[in-house]
């Protein structure tokens, strides 16, 4: 069993950063890549980033545009989400995922899934 619980969301104004967290628990060595995906109001769930837990692999969907950062602390076995620059359109509900393969986009490629944290960018 793996658990996933992210954390962080809230409604921040156009322009702000906020950074969003992803604990894992139980059996996560079954993982090999951590992902953040998002699913706006009336849209498909969207690729956003994903990080290896072991090696250095990233990947980023090209609308984050240098705005957001994955990283990961496996010694918390936390993997986050720095998103700067804010924009409307980044509203959305997040959700952390956890994938026994690597580098993959795709939701699904993905085993474990988290609750999600809203969101929400106002102008």
């Known amino acids: 069993q793996v658990q996933l619980v992210e954390s962080g969301g809230g409604l921040v104004q156009t322009g702000d950063p906020l950074r969003l967290s992803c604990a894992a628990s139980?059996?996560?060595?079954?993982?090999?890549?951590m992902g953040w995906f998002r699913q706006a109001r009336g849209k498909e769930r969207e690729f956003v980033a994903a990080i290896t837990w072991s090696g250095y692999s990233i990947y980023y969907a090209d609308f984050v545009k240098g705005r957001f950062t994955i990283s990961r602390d496996n010694a918390k076995n936390t993997v986050y989400l720095q998103m700067n620059s804010l924009k409307p359109e980044d509203s959305a509900v997040y959700y952390c995922?956890?994938?026994?393969?690597?580098?993959?986009?795709?939701?699904?490629?993905?085993?474990?899934w988290g609750q999600g944290t809203q969101v929400t960018v106002s102008s």
């Open positions: 139980g059996r996560t060595f079954s993982i090999y890549t």
């Open positions: 995922a956890g994938s026994r393969i690597g580098g993959e986009t795709g939701p699904r490629w993905y085993d474990y």
